[in-house]
């Protein structure tokens, strides 16, 4: 029995978030060698994390000791030169592959599609906005 084949919108948003997680894996890679070879330019000194983490301290604990305290969600954005900030923004664009991926095959995938395929066009952009609007908003009030 032959496999139908796949509908372009999903080959489309496959490749997208493959190829934004391979860059990511590579972002991540380099990030601690940089965080490692230049210990002084770091949000936290690698060493003094490593011994906090060993130690059981919290999360809290961690950030209050090795940083003076957490300083906010999207830190790497002001911090990208860091070797810390870089690796975080690496772990920020793994997990948000799914924005720009959602965003390309809207419209190169169900909007060149014939007949259109609004339904799922006008899907794609709603999941977009609401993981735009979860970026923005930021986590849970503390």
Known sequence: MERPPLPRAQLIYG????WVCVVSAIICAVGPVISMANVDNNLMNPHKLFTLIWEGKSANAVW????GGFPGGHFYLGNFTKGDGFTQFGIALGCGSALPALLVA????YLREKPVAWLWFAMCLWVSFMITY?????????
């Open 15 to 18: 490749e997208v978030v493959y």
């Open 64 to 67: 209050e000791e090795g940083a």
């Open 106 to 109: 809207a419209f190169l995938g």
């Open 134 to 142: 979860s970026m923005i908003r930021g986590g849970p009030a503390h």
